[in-house]
């Protein structure tokens, strides 16, 4: 399977230990994103980078997250002293390096993992 | 500035019967748009994309989306319905100047009557 892969697909958390979530985007793809979508809700944007740089974090994310992309290939988003609140389905999505092909706009596209779900109890 | 309303939360329609879910969007500039959809415990697949070519879009499964600059409007339709289209539906808009972040709506639940 060549697609975005995310683990673990469930975790469950007693407030305030840390957890770790792991994305494994499309091979080749530079743009890795991670989106946070509550019950009932559409996804909301957190973060992403291009190959191994940051390049931007919403203000939905507060100083309890941290998100690294170390080799430019996989990325880790950590949650320290969970909160009820952080309970949520955290996506990750990978598009192709932006830019011009044929005509057309590359980059735009992104592709999700099947996302891994949060309980923080 | 970029944002989209998905004006119908939930829509339910029979087996066989057309579907339709209307989006509208928001977007400073010609914006690129998608409509997702999500089946239950599983990730977001991409039915169809907008990006300034052809203004009727033709998607997986079935599905397809016109884009009307005047209406901005992007709403996506199914001439017949069948039962594995229940699911949620998110209609998505982006743009070059937002470093294409993804927008989202607050998604449609689409359920089919036997």
């Known amino acids: 399977d060549t697609g975005v892969s995310q683990d673990p697909r469930h975790k469950i958390t007693k407030r305030g230990q840390n957890v770790t979530f792991r994305c494994d985007p499309i091979s080749e793809h530079n743009r890795l994103y991670w989106y946070r979508q509550t019950l009932g809700q559409g996804p909301e944007f957190l973060t992403y980078f291009q190959n191994e740089a940051q390049l931007e974090k919403s203000r939905l994310l507060s100083d309890r997250f941290s998100a690294e992309r170390p080799k430019g290939s996989f990325s880790t988003l950590e949650i320290q002293r969970t909160e009820q609140g952080d309970s949520a389905m955290y996506l990750c999505?990978?598009?192709?390096?932006?830019?011009?092909?044929?005509?057309?706009?590359?980059?735009?596209?992104?592709?999700f993992g099947p996302g891994t779900r949060l309980l923080v109890l | 500035a970029q944002s989209v309303t998905q004006l119908d939360s939930h829509v339910s329609v029979s087996e066989g019967t057309p579907v339709l879910l209307r989006c509208n969007y928001s977007s400073s500039y010609s914006p690129s748009l998608f409509w997702y959809v999500q089946h239950p415990n599983k990730g977001l697949q991409l039915l169809l994309k907008y990006t300034s070519a052809a203004t009727l879009v033709k998607g997986i499964n079935g599905f397809e989306a016109e884009f009307k600059k005047s209406e901005t409007s992007f709403h996506l339709t199914k001439p017949s319905a069948h039962m594995s289209d229940a699911a949620e539906y998110f209609c998505v808009v982006t743009h070059r100047s937002n470093d294409y972040k993804l927008s989202f709506g607050a998604g449609t639940t689409v359920t089919v009557r036997a």
């Open positions: 999505a990978s598009s192709p390096q932006t830019g011009w092909t044929s005509g057309s706009h590359s980059g735009e596209t992104q592709y």
